[in-house]
């Protein structure tokens, strides 16, 4: 996906949830158990502020979040977002910023970042004022799946080692995870995780299918474990599963 469709995608998303978080504030939120929806709101308003000041400051903040308990969680909402896009509409992708993923140090990496938390944060607040799903895009989920399996879990993995003592496996396992138009092979075993392309002939000891969006959802735990297919060594997938739970808490 090119900035121009995350912006794009970033920009529905936001209006959606903050229209449905506008209709029950006080709502308890399924996907994320301590938080009711006015909570949400601050966060996802947090979490913007946050990535504008690791763009301008080109470090992150030592200290956060700030004091914003006199705001009122829509507006700080509609301020956060406000100064996120014109931080984004002031530098060029490719610019330099500090970010969590070494390898990736450009705005680039907040604008996908930034595109993606807000969808599942949207769904978030869908769930919990239990309103219907607005649609999420093959194209947009498909990239959020490849963020979690593709870049999040084999750098977290290795970089922060001590979260995962104890639940990978040994020896080691191999999933395939399909969504149709895409799939890849997740291998994880004691040295952490490492994906590749994935394809219907390579030997694996289980399968994990759905459409892009029953994926996105699965592994970020919106969805209940039979919204995708599961074939193969239930123990593989259960692995998987609680590696995918760390990155993504």
Same mark, same amino acid.
């Given at each position: 996906m090119d900035v121009s469709r995350y912006l794009e995608c970033l920009a529905a998303d936001r209006a959606r949830l903050g229209a449905v978080a506008v209709t029950g504030l006080g709502e308890a939120v399924p996907g994320c158990?301590?938080?009711?929806?006015?909570?949400?709101?601050?966060?996802l308003a947090e979490v913007y502020?946050?990535?504008?000041?690791?763009?301008?400051?080109?470090?992150?903040?030592?200290?956060?979040?700030p004091d914003l308990t006199g705001?009122?969680?829509?507006?700080?909402?509609?301020?956060?977002y406000a100064e996120?896009?014109?931080?984004?509409?002031?530098?060029?992708p490719g610019s330099p910023a500090?970010?969590?993923?070494?390898?990736?140090?450009? =705005?680039?990496? %907040?604008?996908? &970042?930034m595109a993606l938390e807000t969808v599942v944060h949207r769904v978030d607040a869908e769930?919990?004022?239990?309103?219907?799903?607005?649609?999420?895009?093959?194209?947009?989920?498909?990239?959020?799946v490849d963020e979690v399996l593709g870049m999040m879990l084999p750098y977290v993995t290795r970089v922060w080692a001590d979260a995962f003592v104890g639940l990978l496996p040994d020896p080691g396992v191999r999933v395939l995870?399909?969504?149709g138009e895409r799939s890849w092979l997740v291998g994880l075993d004691p040295s952490g995780a490492m994906t590749g392309p994935g394809s219907a002939n390579q030997p694996v000891h289980a399968t994990i299918s759905g459409t892009p969006v029953d =994926?996105?959802? %699965?592994?970020? &735990?919106?969805?209940?474990?039979?919204?995708?297919?599961?074939?193969?060594d239930r123990n593989a997938v259960d692995q998987l599963r609680r590696a995918i739970r760390v990155v993504t808490d």
């Amino acid at each position: 996906m090119d900035v121009s469709r995350y912006l794009e995608c970033l920009a529905a998303d936001r209006a959606r949830l903050g229209a449905v978080a506008v209709t029950g504030l006080g709502e308890a939120v399924p996907g994320c158990p301590d938080w009711n929806v006015r909570e949400l709101v601050r966060h996802l308003a947090e979490v913007y502020l946050h990535k504008v000041a690791c763009m301008r400051d080109g470090v992150a903040p030592e200290v956060w979040p700030p004091d914003l308990t006199g705001e009122e969680p829509l507006a700080l909402l509609d301020r956060a977002y406000a100064e996120l896009v014109a931080e984004f509409t002031a530098r060029d992708p490719g610019s330099p910023a500090y970010t969590w993923y070494e390898p990736d140090q450009t =705005v680039a990496f %907040w604008i996908r &970042r930034m595109a993606l938390e807000t969808v599942v944060h949207r769904v978030d607040a869908e769930q919990a004022v239990g309103a219907s799903s607005a649609d999420i895009p093959d194209d947009l989920a498909d990239d959020g799946v490849d963020e979690v399996l593709g870049m999040m879990l084999p750098y977290v993995t290795r970089v922060w080692a001590d979260a995962f003592v104890g639940l990978l496996p040994d020896p080691g396992v191999r999933v395939l995870v399909d969504t149709g138009e895409r799939s890849w092979l997740v291998g994880l075993d004691p040295s952490g995780a490492m994906t590749g392309p994935g394809s219907a002939n390579q030997p694996v000891h289980a399968t994990i299918s759905g459409t892009p969006v029953d =994926v996105l959802l %699965w592994l970020w &735990r919106r969805l209940p474990e039979e919204a995708v297919r599961r074939t193969g060594d239930r123990n593989a997938v259960d692995q998987l599963r609680r590696a995918i739970r760390v990155v993504t808490d």
